[in-house]
């Protein structure tokens, strides 16, 4: 609050007029930097054409506030109005896929995991060395054991961890929209404890 103060050119007290506490502040950013779930077209598109919308919208939060993943998994209050619409808007698309409630929350999860997973690489890079010392570093390690990590060598080698990271984000996507689609051709989790798995 002290920082923050210095920042707005106020006092600490000034603000303790608007918030009685840090956690009421963060409650406030987050309320704020999402804002409620727009609208994707209603029936207009498919379920995962407008799923993948939902992700991407999600995860360019997460890009242009920064502080947004540390913010919405340190808080100590419940979720908020706007929060609960960027929810509400998921569930129902994937509701339209043939899921029940309990496979929808499931699948919930899974898009959200994934989009914070991808914000928190980025998130990390920013931290870190330029990704271009990184991969010089990694390259060297490989080198020094040419023998002992043939597959990464390979990936490395492929140009893939140089390459634009939004691919990454829309290649593992896909892989969960589409596994979405195949669990509901399978008729969900419980058809298929009888389903054998190679």
Not at 8 to 19: C, D, I, P, Q
Not at 44 to 51: D, E, P, Q, V
Not at 105 to 129: D, I, N, Q
């Amino acid at each position: 609050m002290q920082r923050l103060g210095r920042e707005l050119g106020v006092t600490t007290m000034a603000l303790y007029r608007y918030f009685r506490s840090k956690t009421d502040l963060l409650a406030v950013m987050i309320e704020t930097a999402g804002g409620p779930a727009p609208d994707f077209g209603g029936a207009a598109g498919s379920w995962k054409h407008r799923l993948r919308q939902w992700s991407r919208r999600c995860l360019e939060i997460y890009v242009h506030h920064p502080w947004f993943l540390e913010a919405t998994t340190m808080r100590e209050t419940g979720i908020g109005a706007n929060e609960l619409s960027w929810m509400e808007t998921a569930l129902a698309i994937l509701a339209e896929a043939g899921l029940s409630p309990e496979e929808c929350y499931y699948a919930f999860m899974a898009v959200l995991g994934h989009v914070r997973g991808y914000a928190t690489f980025e998130r990390v890079k920013t931290h870190s060395a330029s990704p271009r010392q990184w991969l010089q570093e990694l390259k060297r390690m490989l080198d020094s054991e040419p023998t002992r990590h043939p597959t990464l060598e390979t990936v490395v080698a492929s140009g893939a961890l140089s390459g634009d990271r939004s691919s990454a984000f829309d290649f593992g996507l896909m892989c969960i929209i589409d596994g979405i689609g195949a669990s509901r051709r399978l008729g969900g989790p419980r058809a298929r404890k009888s389903v054998p798995v190679d």
